[in-house]
């Protein structure tokens, strides 16, 4: 395939700027469990189904190791780059169950609480001056208790698979920086850690959504949505 000039298709997605080689999905929301996944410019398919242990974070880890325990036995003395970009935190929010199930119970308490908690421990750790004041929850958030209680649960859940997500993201990040250190790079390897997603979706409503595409699906005056039946489908990996 040419672009528009002519010119061969050579460098998308591969980004062609300083970098040997690319492996990874391009477009936003990509699912974790089935990803669009392209090996420098060729389509790649994952080694696996979510069944057979399959998730891109694990993949995209193995392909990262392997790639920098190839560079440094063919040019040891060759300084590297690894631009490792997972898709954690980033909606979906596909993560193995039983991380998830690790936080069970550890926001029931709900975000008012959870946010003078988590205050608490900044300031034991040292992270803020210890006569920092609490800043006031934001009118357009409303209160935990305000929140039906029958969907306290619900919300509750989404913060867990939330923190099982990044759990588990740190848990491959380890894993690379492991590898690292079996070379006896790490103490030489500078580590830049960015964490640049745009925050919370408007797309997840203030209910929480188990689909973020859902906004832009067919649904009744009161809001309540319709779920696709592909969504159903993906909805039994959290």
């Known amino acids: 395939m040419a672009g528009q000039s002519g010119r061969p298709f050579d460098h998308w997605p591969h980004p ?23 090996e420098n410019t060729t389509p790649a398919e994952p080694w696996g189904t979510p069944e057979e242990g399959y998730h891109f974070m694990g993949d995209m880890t193995d392909k990262a190791i392997a790639w920098t325990k190839q560079q440094h036995a063919l040019a040891p003395d060759k300084p590297f780059f690894t631009y490792f970009a997972p898709g954690a935190t980033h909606a979906p929010h596909h993560v193995p169950t039983e991380w998830a199930d690790k936080y069970a119970g550890a926001f029931d308490q709900g975000w008012d609480v959870l946010r003078e908690e988590t205050f608490a421990r900044q300031k034991a750790l040292g992270v803020i001056p210890q006569d920092a004041v609490l800043t006031e929850r934001s009118p357009g958030i409303p209160a935990w208790e305000e929140m039906p209680p029958g969907l306290r649960p619900v919300l509750a859940r989404e913060m867990e698979v939330y923190a099982g997500y990044l759990e588990y993201a740190d848990h491959h990040t380890g894993r690379l920086l492991d590898a690292l250190d079996d070379l006896g790079v790490l103490d030489d390897t500078l580590i830049y850690v960015i964490i640049g997603d745009n925050g919370a979706s408007a797309e997840g409503t203030m209910k929480g959504t188990t689909n973020e595409k859902l906004h832009a699906q067919p649904h009744d005056r009161h809001g309540d949505r319709r779920v696709p039946r592909r969504a159903q489908g993906r909805s039994r990996h959290p």
């Open 16 to 38: 062609g700027g300083g970098f040997e080689y690319f492996y990874g999905f391009i477009g936003g929301e990509t699912d974790q469990w089935y990803p669009a996944i392209y």
